[in-house]
């Protein structure tokens, strides 16, 4: 075979296969950068626009009406111009699919879109839709007359699974709620399952980002018609309990009530949301953090402080109709009520919670409150602090109250915990209950009433440079031991102890662990 | 004899003809790869993780100083801000999933650099964020992505530092989140590398400004204590 033969045939039967093939990847690198800029439905919004265009970036709508008179179509997204105000209900129709929600969300820079309620019962509303993600909105609902309105409210009523629902990064304020809780409640952020005909219930919900302020009367809350059960008092069982349920990165603040609330979950995750400044108008009994008719519900790295009033004003709270809840590497300060409240009226359900590896300063008046026939509880490994002038009840139990003064809790369980008390503190335990104590560190002025710990220990815990922030309060190192601490590895063996302290240390399952919130043997032997 | 030449001669035309339009062909196809392959290189590059980091600065070294400007427009030198508790944290302001059903760690970090802000402000404590999104293998955001992640989190009062790719090295930055806290007199006390809780942040804060503005009302007494409990 010549040359020119050779020649001829890479000429006619290969480079045009070459050609092909670098078209073809041409093509797909050029379908890459297209699709990374557009999305197949995107739909404008300026209603500071004059005219209501055709939804397009150079003729946007104008105004929310025509978004709401919208069915739109999976993968949809609707971009509100940013720095512009839409006054009135956000209120949205269609549903996206697994892997292609419709997005609401801004274009432009700036000021994120404000789309004020104006006192309407809801600023954004989603009525029995799926598969949505509605991210980098602010949002605001007031009026000069409180009434019952919320700031974001997602409804499903008798479909079944209400699937896929992304709140990022929103600016919920100016609520001017009513005190209504629970269902049909006043809220900043609210999720809820109406109707009796059909159980339904919402599935892989992600509430992140979110600041939430100034809201009467709830931050961030959520409830259902499908919540009759026993552990609440009911005879009849129709609970349908939440799935995927994720409320991560919040910061809520200035709440008229209750902070973040989480009802008729199952296996909620909680973590990373400060709460602070709640219960500021309500008058009612109010939290920071707490769940309500859920089961094994985990929160965890949550900063709750001053939570106000003695009704409860916890920080944080394990109340009835539930099952499995874990507190854990959570920190409480300055909460006027207390750190923890674990309730349960006569006849309902508050079993089994853990809480564990949680720091609690200065919290005032009631450190750890059982408040009726509460069941199991076991408190291990937290450090709470105590600060000079404080006067507390470290571990406090009455009966339920409101009329149920029968109530009582059954079983408490504490161990490994390090109460470091510079003020003045008591225990207040009620006969009958089950309360162990053992393996506790009890340091600083003794406390009345203290119980009796086969294991306790009374010497100084040796916290790194305690002291140092004044007043015994600002500590390096937050509350980390020292070598030689008697709090090191002379903990009590619990099974299932989560295999991490507050700094994320490993907890040995097969040796004592140390006592309080910091594993030292971990890092530092 | 003649018609066999000229057939022959029609015959070396139309090949050659063939020849060039299929060298023509062939120079556009080079062309195209070539150019493929110049723009995935371009991209590659674009991606390319930030250099390996200089050194990594402890607890109880000297802050190295930087300039740099914010996404909302303002420039910051450490050294002028001497005498002055700096928290200074490196963060990933672009999630690599938007969906968010893996979380991201800089998201939470930055929901308590907030707290931080908002309880010791009133105690000259300044925090500072510094983008270092592509630590965390995302696209590089311009100060106008910066600008909307600086409106979205709700950050007024918090900086978001950009075109940080220096100071990373210099601090010895290897992952985000990473929190320096940085005394009056420049000297860093505490680095945290990946999250930094809440208790870790206000702790190592307080030792150096004192106790933040807690809540207005005096501590009540237990006598005053109401019975009642929630729902």
Known sequence: ?525 | MYHDIVSLSNQETVMKRKESGASRWALVGLAVILGSVLAYALLWLKHEPVHAPLKRIEAGMSAPDFGLSSAQGDAYHLAKLKGQVILLSFINSRPLDASLSTPDVSRNQIVFLKSVAQQYASRGVQVLLVDATALAGGEQPDQEALLNFAHNWDMETIPVLMNSETTVREYGISQVPTTLLIAPDGRVTHRWEGFASAAQLAFAVQALVGLPDSSPYPAPTPSSIQEGVNQ
């Open chain 1, 1 to 525: 075979m010549n040359q020119i033969v050779v020649r001829r045939i890479i000429l006619r039967r290969i480079m045009p296969v070459l050609c092909l093939v670098a078209g073809i990847v041409v093509a797909i690198f050029c379908m890459r950068l297209r699709a990374d800029r557009v999305a197949s439905d995107t739909y404008y919004v300026d209603c500071s626009a004059s005219t209501d265009g055709a939804g397009t970036l150079d003729a946007p709508w104008n105004s929310l009406e025509t978004v709401n008179n919208t069915e739109f179509a999976p993968g949809s997204q609707i971009l509100f111009k940013s720095g512009t105000v839409c006054s009135g209900t956000l209120s949205p129709k269609g549903s996206g699919k697994e892997s292609n929600p419709i997005i609401i969300d801004r274009y432009g820079n700036g000021d994120k879109p404000l789309i004020a309620g104006n006192g309407a019962s809801n600023a954004v509303y989603l009525y029995n839709q799926a598969y949505w993600e509605i991210r980098n909105l602010e949002v605001t609902n007031d009026s000069a007359q409180a009434s019952n309105r919320r700031g974001v409210y997602v409804v499903a009523e008798n479909i079944g699974t209400a699937r896929y629902f992304r709140l990022i990064n929103l600016e919920v304020h100016h609520v001017k709620g009513d005190n209504t809780k629970g269902q049909g409640g006043s809220a900043g952020i609210m999720f809820e399952v109406k109707g009796w005909l059909k159980s339904t219930k919402f599935d892989d919900v992600i509430i992140d980002g979110c600041t939430v302020y100034t809201v009467d009367r709830t931050g961030i809350t959520s409830d259902s018609s499908w919540r009759s059960r026993p552990a609440i008092g009911r005879k009849i069982d129709t609970w349908v309990g939440w799935t995927n349920v994720v409320i991560r990165n919040n910061t809520v603040y200035d709440i008229g009530g209750d902070g973040v609330v989480v009802r008729n979950t199952t296996g909620a995750l909680v973590e990373y949301n400060v709460v602070y400044d709640a219960n500021m108008r309500s008058g009612e009994y109010c939290a920071g953090i707490w769940p309500w008719n859920s089961d094994d519900t985990v929160f965890q790295y949550n900063e709750a402080y001053r939570v106000r009033t003695l009704k409860d004003g916890f920080g944080f709270n394990v109340d009835f109709g539930t099952t499995g809840t874990i507190f854990q590497y959570n920190y409480g300060h300055d909460n006027e009520g207390g750190f923890m409240l674990i309730c349960s009226p006569s006849n309902r359900t508050n079993q089994d919670a853990i809480i564990r590896y949680n720091i609690s300063q200065n919290d005032h008046i009631r450190i750890f409150s059982f408040h009726g026939s509460t069941v199991n509880t076991q408190i291990y490994n937290n450090t709470v602090y105590i600060g000079p002038g404080q006067r507390v009840h470290i571990v406090d139990q009455e009966p339920y109250g409101m009329g149920d003064t029968g109530s009582q809790p059954v079983s408490a369980y504490f161990y490994n915990n390090i109460i470091y008390n510079a003020g003045r503190a008591q225990y207040v335990l009620m006969r009958g209950t089950t309360n162990v104590f053992d393996y506790n560190l009890f340091y600083g002025h003794p406390a009345a009433n203290e119980p009796p710990d086969p294991h306790k220990l009374s010497d100084d815990p040796l916290l790194v440079d305690p002291g140092s922030g004044g007043a015994g309060l600002g500590m390096v190192g937050g509350y980390q031991l020292q070598a030689g601490s008697p709090a090191i590895g002379s903990g009590m063996m619990i099974e299932d102890n989560g295999g991490k302290d507050f700094w994320g240390n490993t907890v040995p399952q097969d040796a004592p662990p140390d006592r309080g919130a910091h594993q030292y043997s971990a890092t530092d032997r």
